[in-house]
């Protein structure tokens, strides 16, 4: 079996292969006070839940934005599971060809969904992460990856929004039927749902009229669903993006 994770400033999601099948994913906050030994019971929790043994992993792999945490989860896999931890990065083998001018600064991240993006999608493809922050990756015809805006997440826009503002508060993020909202809460639900709507179909015009070709269009992470659903465009949501490119990267790199 193998155990996937993929650390993200806000969640940490774990997944569970047997052979090429997902079986579970288990999400968690991400806490950088967090001990190594803490993580470990975590882990050992998920495992137990599913009446699966640690001793029947074979591997580990790890996406991460954040290192710290990178590490703790690196000692509590090996010492909870017994095996050693594959970490996306420099000297892993990725296939991806990514055209950025400094490719080490491409998230692990957004590298682990591009290559899942190109083997399960037609390209020219648009992979859009929606978590702590909007990115939206553009992949060209030839499967390269060039890059993409980055834009503030829905949370951690809502969230400055009502740190910042005495007089405005925290809402939910239903969509409401009016752009023109005419209360407090509508219009800070209109701004960030429709804003964050009009933002991604927009974006998604821009890069196609710079490509000059209709791409396919791929969105993942925790936003997704609240969002996506409301779009002009044709949009493909897949939860499972990054854990099934993990699983990708993950079978290249063995011997």
Not at 52 to 70: A, E, L, N, Y
Not at 196 to 218: A, R, S
Request: proline share 3%; charged share 20%; aromatic share 4%.
């Amino acid at each position: 079996m193998l155990l996937a994770v993929d650390i993200g400033n806000t969640n940490i999601k774990f997944g569970i292969f047997d052979g090429d099948e997902l079986k579970r994913t288990l999400t968690i906050s991400c806490d950088k006070n967090k001990t190594a030994d803490e993580y470990a019971v975590e882990i050992y929790s998920l495992i137990r839940v599913m009446g699966i043994h640690r001793t029947d992993f074979d591997g580990c792999i790890i996406s991460s934005v954040v290192p710290v945490v990178t590490a703790r989860i690196r000692v509590a896999v090996a010492d909870m599971l017994g095996v050693d931890s594959l970490i996306v990065g420099p000297g892993v083998k990725t296939g991806l060809n990514i055209r950025i001018e400094d490719p080490s600064q491409l998230g692990a991240d957004l590298v682990v969904a591009c290559v899942a993006a190109n083997a399960k999608y037609t390209a020219p493809c648009i992979v859009i992460s929606m978590g702590t922050a909007t990115v939206l990756c553009v992949i060209d015809k030839n499967k390269a990856m060039l890059g993409g805006p980055i834009a503030p997440g829905v949370m951690v826009s809502l969230n400055a929004l009502t740190g910042n503002a005495a007089l405005l508060y925290s809402v939910s993020l239903d969509a409401p039927k009016s752009v023109i909202g005419n209360n407090t809460d509508r219009s800070i639900r209109s701004g960030l749902v429709w804003g964050t709507v009009c933002m991604i179909d927009g974006m998604i015009d821009k890069i196609e009229q710079e490509l000059g070709e209709k791409c396919t269009v791929v969105a993942t992470g925790g936003m997704a669903k609240t969002i996506i659903k409301h779009c002009a465009h044709e949009i493909t949501i897949q939860d499972d993006l990054i854990m099934q490119g993990l699983k990708l990267i993950f079978d290249r790199n063995q011997k």
